[in-house]
C-alpha cells in the first residue's frame, strides 16, 4: 500500500500493515484486512495478540542439544532420563508433537529445522544436521528414525543423513510408507500404491 | 492445535497460534506458520509487529463524523475547509485512500463500514447509515456520490441508499461503470461490457 504517499493516510495504520506484511505468505491486500480487523476487533484481542508474540521471543528458544523449542534448557524431553535412547530426526519442532502424540514413540528427537532444498538455496549448512552427527557419536543411541517429510527435499535430506550415519555404525530407519489409515485405495497415488504393495506385511 | 494436551507442549508458542488463529482468514495450519516464522525471526522485527499493533489500538480510532480512520477528531479531511460539499460513500477507510489518490476528487467522505448483505447477517442498523442520513441534513451536500463496491452488497446498499437520500432532495450519483482502464474488450464480461455499451459518449 502506497497510503504513506497521501497527506490522509494514517501512519499507525501504514505501519501495521507494512509489519504484517512481513510474514510469510501475506501480501498487502490480507495484511490490510487483518490491520483494519485488529483495529476493529475488541482492544482485549489486540494485547493478547501483542503480549503472545512478545511472550513467545522472550520466553521460548531452542534446546541447545535436540533444537526443539522449549522454555527450559535442556528441553523435557531431553532431560527425561526415562526416555528410550533412540533419536528420531524431524523437521520442524510441530512434527515433535505430532508423534509424541501417537504415544508409539518414547524417544529422543532431534529438530532440523527444515529439509535440503537447493532449489530454495537450503543446503546442509543451513540445518542443525552437524549437531546430529556430533549427538550420535557422543550418545550412541541404539537407532536413529529419519523421520523427515516424505516430499522432495524430506526423502532427499533422509538419504543424505542415511549416508552420513551408516559409518558411524548406528542403526538408521524411515518410517513405514504406504496407505493412510481410513484411506481409499482407489484415491492413492501411484506412488504410495506401489510402495504399500512392495512393503506389504504377511498376515 | 491440540498441542495443549501435550506433556512437552511449548504454552507461549500455542498461546501464539491461538492469538493469531482468531484473526479473519487464518486457520490453524496458517498460524502455526506465521507463529513459528515470529518464532525463527529477528527479536526487533517480533518487537515492532506488537508495538504496530498497540500502537494502532492507542492512536487510530474513527472519525465522529465521517467514520473514516484518524489519529485527530475531527478527521483531516473533516476538518479541512477547502473541500467541496460533496459527501462520497464508501464502503471501507481503504476506499477512501484509493479514491483520494485519484486527485479527482476533493470533497468529503462516509464511510459505511461495510455494505448490506443479509446472508451475512449485516443489515442497516449494522452500518453507519443512519449517522449519513442526519449528516446530509445537517450538511447540506450539494450531492452524495455513492461509491460502495459494484457487487451484489455493494449495489443493494446504493439503491437502498439512493431511496432514503432522494426524499431529502440531495442529487445522488454513482460512479461511471465500463471498461477499466487498459481492460480488453475481449476478456470483459457482459454485464461491464453491456453498461460500458449503455452508458457511451460521443465523442
Given amino acids: 500500500m502506497s497510503s504513506s504517499t497521501s497527506g490522509i493516510a494514517v ?23 487483518l490491520a483494519f480487523s485488529i ?3 475488541p482492544r482485549e484481542d489486540a494485547v493478547a495478540l501483542a503480549e503472545a508474540i512478545l511472550t513467545v521471543k522472550e520466553r521460548v528458544f531452542f ?27 524431524v523437521e520442524e519442532p510441530l512434527d515433535v508433537l505430532a508423534l509424541d502424540r501417537t504415544g508409539q514413540f518414547k524417544g529422543r528427537y532431534h529438530v532440523l529445522h527444515g529439509a535440503i532444498s537447493p532449489i530454495d538455496g537450503i543446503g546442509p549448512g543451513k540445518l542443525r544436521i552437524a549437531e546430529l552427527i556430533e549427538r550420535v557419536k ?9 523421520a523427515t517429510n516424505l516430499d522432495m527435499p524430506g526423502e532427499a535430506t533422509a538419504s543424505i543423513l542415511h549416508s552420513m550415519l551408516v ?12 496407505l493412510p489409515a481410513g484411506g481409499d485405495l482407489e484415491y492413492a497415488d501411484d506412488v504410495t500404491l506401489g510402495r504399500a ?3 506389504r506385511r504377511t498376515l
Same sequence: chains 1, 2.
Fill in 63 to 89: 534446546c541447545s542439544r535436540c533444537f526443539n523449542i522449549t522454555e527450559t534448557e535442556p528441553c523435557a524431553i531431553c532431560s527425561d532420563s526415562a526416555r528410550d535412547p533412540i533419536i528420531c530426526v
Fill in 167 to 178: 559409518p558411524l555404525g548406528v542403526r538408521v530407519s524411515r518410517p513405514a510408507t504406504g
Fill in 39 to 41: 483495529l476493529r476487533g
Fill in 11 to 33: 501512519k499507525p495504520v501504514a505501519d501495521l500493515i507494512e509489519e504484517l506484511g512481513r510474514l510469510p505468505g501475506i501480501g498487502p491486500k490480507t495484511a490490510s484486512r
Fill in 197 to 199: 504393495l512392495a512393503g
Fill in 138 to 146: 557422543s550418545e550412541k543411541p541404539d537407532e536413529v528414525i529419519l
